[in-house]
């Protein structure tokens, strides 16, 4: 497996962990969705806890970007349900 694949399959791991984190604390349901919402959610959780200069103090990385999946994802989640 070349690095970049690596990198995806990783990157979707994370996505439907945090999916799945997301959809147990507010609910939903279904693997696509999960995948779909820690997706998108990694990038929102990424790009506010940047901005927003928190730092979690965790030395893992794959901790540390999960959680950001997971809240993004929940932010995500939230929003949707608002708009529909």
């Known amino acids: 497996m070349s690095m970049g694949t690596q990198a995806l399959v990783i990157f979707l791991l994370i996505g ?3 999916g799945f984190l997301a959809s147990l604390i507010v609910g939903g349901g279904g693997l696509i969705r999960c995948l779909l919402s820690g997706i ?5 959780g990424g790009f506010l806890f940047n901005a927003l200069g928190i730092n979690l103090g ?3 990385a794959i ?18 349900r608002a708009i529909a």
């Open 16 to 18: 439907l962990v945090a």
């Open 63 to 80: 901790v540390v970007q999960i959680i950001h999946a997971t809240v993004g994802a929940i932010i995500v989640v939230l929003i949707a």
């Open 40 to 44: 998108i959610g990694a990038f929102v």
């Open 58 to 60: 965790i030395d893992s």
